[in-house]
């Protein structure tokens, strides 16, 4: 497994499952997780200690409070992304406390219920120490940029 996905309740799935779809282009395996930092923090603890041994990266999705991505950032070195999800105030006050980490312990934050980013952010982390991925990211980012010039080169009516 080289990414973990985790998020804080099970309502949050749908949200969730842009982060795997981007992994999934790529061919990259993850396995996902339901776990609370309030609920169930001891369980928490458990499946990071597992994932520190070989986990390359967490996504980590969290609403209200959204606690869950800084915990698990204070309990490991592998980067954390975290993604607001707006359960309240339009996903704000999640946004917030994800991106405002204390200093030394950052948390990389997407937009909020952006998950998709998320998992192409941790594409990007991995195609630092995997070349197979850093090569199919060049090529996902040519074919990109071909389909957007084809689809708007004649211009669009408005």
Do not use: W
């Not at 980067?79 to 999640?94: S, Y």
Request: with cysteine.
């Amino acid at each position: 497994m080289k990414v973990a996905i985790i998020f804080g309740s099970k309502s949050d799935t749908e949200k969730m499952k842009g982060a795997a779809n981007a992994l999934k282009e790529f061919g990259i395996e993850y396995k996902a997780y339901i776990l609370s930092a309030h609920r169930v923090p001891e369980k928490l603890t458990e499946v990071i200690n597992k994932i520190n041994l070989d986990c390359d990266c967490i996504i980590a999705g969290a609403g209200l409070a959204a606690h869950l991505p800084g915990v698990i950032a204070s309990q490991t070195v592998l980067p954390v992304i975290g993604v607001p999800i707006n359960a309240a105030v339009g996903g704000m006050d999640a946004l917030l406390s994800i991106v405002q980490m204390p200093k030394s312990i950052p948390v990389a934050t997407v937009g909020i219920n952006n998950s998709y980013n998320a998992g192409m952010l941790a594409v990007e982390i991995l195609s630092l120490k995997y070349p197979e991925i850093k090569e199919k990211l060049i090529q996902f980012r040519k074919d990109m940029k071909e389909k957007f010039i084809k689809d708007n080169n004649e211009g669009v009516e408005l």
